[in-house]
């Protein structure tokens, strides 16, 4: 099922948009596209994910409809200083759409995990292909969770994990439910800028605001 959101504040990213209740994994659904010519920009997102999965294969658990579950296609072919940076893209964009819409203090665990007082909030996976023509592009996929309540996550889960509500209740003593259609918009408007500095070869710069949301590890 396709639909389109008129009031993103990108040039790129989410010129086209696919929306499913439920998928194995979005970043498989990017990756075929991907392979068969779906444009840079071209976004996955689902709201259930049967076999999600994290870094080194680790599976990514999330109820129904209270996360983000999101992929997105970007044609950059990688420098080979460049390799690494994809998932901190990704991340930096998600701490900061935190901080400027909730004022949380989201920071960085890398290379590619956003926390909030030491508690997971969203993850990001990169994953490389190449298409039809031999040319090269990666998925960025990312999981936040927005709206999950304690009681959503596994007991084994709960003292290492958080979501934007809980994080959001802590801080403001009320509990509130967070839009995903907003923060949606201000983590694509924050990617779509700083992946242009990863086109640009902006490696520093990207390599410093990775370092001023860096999570403190002296801190416990």
């Not at 790129?12 to 499913?20: L, P």
């Not at 999330?62 to 996360?67: I, S």
């Not at 201000?186 to 520093?204: F, G, H, M, R, S």
Request: charged share 25%.
């Amino acid at each position: 099922m396709k639909y389109a959101i008129t009031t993103l504040q990108t040039a790129f990213i989410g010129c086209e948009i696919e929306h499913y209740t439920q998928v194995p994994s979005t970043n498989d659904i990017a990756i075929a596209r991907g392979k068969a010519g779906a444009p840079e920009g071209t976004i996955v997102i689902a709201e259930h994910q049967t076999v999600g999965r994290g870094r080194y294969g680790r599976k990514w658990e999330a109820p129904p409809g209270k996360c983000l579950l999101v992929s997105v296609i970007l044609r950059h072919r990688l420098l080979r200083n460049q390799v690494a940076l994809p998932n901190l893209v990704g991340a930096i964009a998600i701490a900061r759409a935190i901080r400027t819409r909730y004022g949380l203090n989201a920071q960085i665990k890398p290379p590619n995990d956003v926390r909030i007082e030491k508690r997971k909030v969203a993850g990001v996976l990169t994953e490389l292909a190449y298409d039809t023509e031999q040319q090269s592009f990666f998925v960025l996929g990312f999981g936040v969770n927005v709206n999950i309540t304690l009681t959503d996550f596994p007991p084994e889960l709960r003292k290492i994990a958080t979501s934007l509500r809980m994080a959001a209740a802590a801080a403001e003593n009320r509990d509130t439910e967070i839009c995903r259609t907003a923060l949606l918009h201000a983590i694509l408007a924050e990617l779509e800028n700083i992946y242009l500095q990863l086109k640009a070869d902006e490696t520093d710069l990207i390599m410093e605001q990775f370092e001023e949301l860096r999570e403190d590890e002296s801190r416990h």
